[in-house]
T-cell receptor, first 115, second 110 residues
Framework: GAVVSQHPSRVICKSGTSVKIECRSL??????MFWYRQFPKQSLMLMATSNEGSKATYEQGVEKDKFLINHASLTLSTLTVTSAHPEDSSFYIC???????????FGPGTRLLVL | GENVGLHLPTLSVQEGDNSIINCAYS??????FIWYKQESGKGPQFIIDIRSNMDKRQGQRVTVLLNKTVKHLSLQIAATQPGDSAVYFC?????????FGTGTSLTVIP
């Protein structure tokens, strides 16, 4: 099946620093990648949708200057949490899809802890 | 998202029994539906999908039923095993929008 990787799997950083998370589709070309955030015992919250070569579309309430998304190629998208604060601590998950009405394949997630 | 802040409903079943997890979807324009399984600390894993031109689809030990009349989706797991313990999410896709359900936490009792 389709494989999506994320790196790093876990990161601890100091408040005020920036953290970059990578999402890669390993065996397929992803026209669209998605970034989600998940709090304990809750569903996934879509943060933004990115299409290769285009600017990301952010969901309401998600600050685009805070969460920078770059989708430079059909196999790589990055999420940068800028000036991270403790409230940004969460589980961040990416997914990738070839086309509309096709399955989104998810990465293993990145656990971010901001001290 | 629409499901922000909602806590997960739970389902406990005895090992070997069949499990049924239900999902109500909201958008009548949705024509593609997916079930995912999420284990603790991991990303969601694809289980099975179904398109709106079907009302039933079977996989290995899993069956998805779709009732478009009442906008209801269910996942049936046959002979539930301890390894099936996880959170299960339904998702609906309109082509333009993709929605995740609140999820159901399944616990299998040995």
């Amino acid at each position: 099946g389709a494989v999506v990787s994320q790196h790093p799997s876990r990161v601890i950083c100091k408040s005020g620093t920036s953290v970059k998370i990578e999402c890669r589709s390993l065996d397929f070309q992803a026209t669209t990648m998605f970034w989600y955030r998940q709090f304990p015992k809750q569903s996934l919250m879509l943060m933004a949708t990115s299409n290769e070569g285009s600017k990301a579309t952010y969901e309401q309430g998600v600050e685009k200057d805070k969460f920078l998304i770059n989708h430079a190629s059909l196999t790589l998208s990055t999420l940068t949490v800028t000036s991270a604060h403790p409230e940004d601590s969460s589980f961040y998950i990416c997914s990738a899809r070839v086309r509309q009405r096709e399955t989104q394949y998810f990465g293993p997630g990145t656990r971010l802890l901001v001290l | 998202g629409e499901n922000v802040g909602l806590h997960l409903p739970t389902l406990s079943v005895q090992e070997g029994d069949n499990s049924i997890i239900n999902c109500a979807y909201s958008n009548s324009a949705s024509d593609y539906f997916i079930w995912y399984k999420q284990e603790s600390g991991k990303g969601p894993q694809f289980i099975i999908d179904i398109r709106s031109n079907m009302d039933k689809r079977q996989g290995q030990r899993v069956t998805v039923l779709l009732n478009k009349t009442v906008k209801h989706l269910s996942l049936q797991i046959a002979a539930t095993q301890p390894g099936d313990s996880a959170v299960y999410f339904c998702a609906e896709d309109t082509g333009n929008q993709f929605y995740f359900g609140t999820g159901t936490s399944l616990t299998v009792i040995p």
